[in-house]
């Protein structure tokens, strides 16, 4: 009875320490809780696929923060926008606090009219994003490797002529090339595909959300 009360002593220190560092890494966004958070992010793209959207690139006054365009249209960014926001991310207030601080770091598109933030549509232009993934994520090499690209991952291409586009990378993996497939929507609605290597590859990016 001595012994294991002695040795019930010593466990039980050890398990507190499990379980306050297990807590100080996920305040502080350490790699377990940056997998748990991408986890969730990949499961929310890929219930986007299950939603009828209509590709509508429409200027629309949306409420701030937490805004979001009629839920049947959007765009490509928003299939960024929705599945960040679905696990507490609102991409909509993150891109517009930083472009008023930084207005200077981000693209201004003469086709835009874009003289000051606008946080009706800032966040839904994709040379926006990638600015802003760029400063306050993490910025990715661009290569021809598929194994370089992991669920979670953010990925911006040029369709030609210089139209953006960006998508998520998810867990899914192509039956046909082995690759993990790309949640986007590039005019039919969101869609779960086999495109990493469709058209010249812009920009790869994490995104874990804002610094705590």
């Given amino acids: 009875m001595l012994l294991k009360t002695r040795l019930m002593a010593l466990v039980a220190p050890a398990a507190m320490l499990t379980e306050v560092l297990a807590l100080a890494q996920a305040n502080t966004g350490g790699p377990g809780a940056h997998q748990e958070f991408l986890k969730r992010l990949v499961a929310a793209a890929i ?4 939603h009828a959207v209509r590709y509508d690139p429409a200027y629309v006054k949306i409420p701030y923060p937490d805004g979001d365009v009629p839920a049947g249209t959007g765009v ?116 779960m595909e086999d495109v990493l290597f469709n058209w010249k590859i812009t920009g790869h990016y994490r995104y874990f959300g804002p610094r705590a």
Avoid at 142 to 154: H, K, Q, S
Wanted: proline letters at 6%; one cysteine or more.
């Fill in 47 to 50: 219930e986007r696929t299950h």
């Fill in 76 to 191: 490509c960014a928003d299939e960024v926008i929705r599945p960040y926001r679905a696990v507490g991310v609102d991409l909509q207030k993150e891109v517009h606090e930083d472009m008023k601080q930084n207005f200077s770091a981000y693209p201004r598109r003469l086709r835009w009219l874009a003289w000051r933030p606008d946080a009706n549509i800032d966040h839904r232009r994709v040379p926006n994003l990638m600015v802003f993934f760029s400063r306050k994520g993490e910025t990715l090499g661009i290569t021809n490797r598929a194994e370089d690209y992991t669920p979670g991952d953010l990925v911006t291409w040029d369709l030609g002529g210089n139209v953006p586009h960006i998508g998520i990378v998810v867990d899914q993996k192509s039956a046909a090339s082995g690759r993990y497939m790309i949640v986007h929507n590039i005019g039919q609605g969101p869609r």
